[in-house]
């Protein structure tokens, strides 16, 4: 059994009005082995997708490359978007070591809710993955419910909208498909992509992500 470490504390600069909420990056950030393609950041694993998305969606002309200049583009980005970064997993036990949230053991959550209240500009959560064991929105439904907080369904196709009041406020929510390689076959049994995908025989999963986030991060903007 191996415990499983979030390499990195949240990053949420001042002014973040949405949080970006994900479970643990793969192993080797936690042990630090990384390869020439990573970014020491928040998502930055060079299989991941997110920050790829974010680069076609924002034009942003990344690195992505295991550097300090690398790390420093996705800082300025994030500040400038107002957006942060707070993964809701901040370790958890293994038998396996690999990034599956399915092998996720007595995970040791953040007080995401304590993180609200902190920070009371947000009114946004962004999960990297939906009500699967073990995934974001899974773990945020858990947390809502021992706090006796309802959630909301506002639009239950996916990417999923939901919301619910904490501090006060009215936080909405957005789980998107998981950017990472293990949702391919889940997008691939999709109908909708399958649709798009006989209309354009070279459309891919990464076209269906950009457009699933872009339709997320637009309309979401502030």
Known sequence: MWFHQHPYAPF?????????????????????????????????????????????????????????????QRKAFLIQEKFGICDIVDGAYRDKIDASDLGIKDPKLRDILSVL???????????????????????????????????????????????????????T????????GTANRAIGSMQVYKEAKKLDPLYNTLDFRVEQYRSVFMKSKH
């Open 117 to 171: 209240k902190n920070h009371p500009k947000v009114d946004t959560l962004i999960f990297t993955g939906g009500n699967s064991k073990n995934g974001p929105e899974y773990f945020m439904r858990k947390v809502l419910k021992k706090a006796k907080i309802q959630l909301d369904c506002l639009d239950d196709e996916i990417p999923r909208k939901h919301r619910f009041v904490c501090e006060g406020r009215t936080i």
């Open 173 to 180: 929510t957005y789980s998107l498909t998981a950017p990472s």
């Open 12 to 72: 949420i600069p001042e002014k973040t009005t949405r949080l970006i909420v994900g479970t643990l990056p793969p192993p080797r950030f936690s042990k630090g082995n990384l390869n020439d393609q990573d970014v020491d950041f928040c998502y930055g694993s060079s299989q991941g997708m997110l920050w790829k998305i974010w680069d076609i969606i924002y034009d942003l002309n990344l690195v992505f490359e295991n550097t300090t200049y690398a790390i420093e």
